[in-house]
Structure formats: structure tokens, C-alpha cells
């Protein structure tokens, strides 16, 4: 599984470079990712040395699946507000907030 997907998808939404389309591309990558972790934690079950290894894959698999869906609603907010018309309405001060926790996130 590849970190930089859910890294990539966050840092596009908080840095404001969202989209309107319905599944992003990152989007989908990182639902097979979680469906290629299912099948490691699988088999991560049947082995007897990496039992311990298989709690924590669950944790991540689990972790992930909340991110999915709270990415795609910050998506749609953030799209929404780049193309409201209203001044003054504090969108750069929440653009800026969103920036600096891309940066503190490292995304």
C-alpha cells in the first residue's frame, strides 16, 4: 500500500486544489489500496508469526476507511467555497488554516 496516495488526496484538498469530479483518481487508488490490505490482513491471520503484524494492519485498514469519506466531504467544501462569489466571506483565512496543516501534516 502506498502512504502517498492518502498523502497526495489530502494535501490536493487542503491546499485548495479540488475537483468536481465525482471519484477522483486518488480516490480510487486508495480504496484499492484498503481492498489490497484486506487481502494481506487475510492471510496475515493464517500465519502464525504474523498474527501480532494483523491487529495493527486492521487499525490502518481502519483508519483509512474513515479517511475516505472524510477527504471527499472536505473536497466538496473546499470546491464549493473556490467558487462562491462572496467577498470578504473569510475564505483566505480558512484557506490559510488548511495550508498550514498541509504543511503540518507534510503533504
Given at each position: ?51 501480532a503484524f ?13 479517511l475516505l ?19 470578504g466571506s ?18
Amino acid at each position: 500500500m502506498d502512504h502517498g496516495d492518502a498523502g497526495a488526496w489530502a494535501g490536493e484538498v487542503l491546499r485548495g486544489e479540488v475537483t468536481d469530479q465525482a471519484v477522483p483518481l486518488v480516490r480510487q487508488k486508495l480504496a484499492a489500496d484498503v481492498a489490497a490490505l484486506d487481502a494481506l490482513i487475510t492471510q496475515l491471520a493464517h500465519d502464525p508469526e504474523a498474527r501480532a503484524f494483523a491487529s495493527g494492519a486492521g487499525e490502518l485498514r481502519g483508519r483509512l476507511l474513515l479517511l475516505l469519506p472524510v477527504l471527499s466531504s472536505l473536497n466538496d467544501r473546499m470546491y464549493a467555497i473556490t467558487r462562491e462569489d462572496a467577498v470578504g466571506s473569510g475564505r483566505q483565512d480558512l484557506f490559510l488554516v488548511a495550508h498550514e496543516i498541509a504543511d503540518w501534516i507534510g503533504v
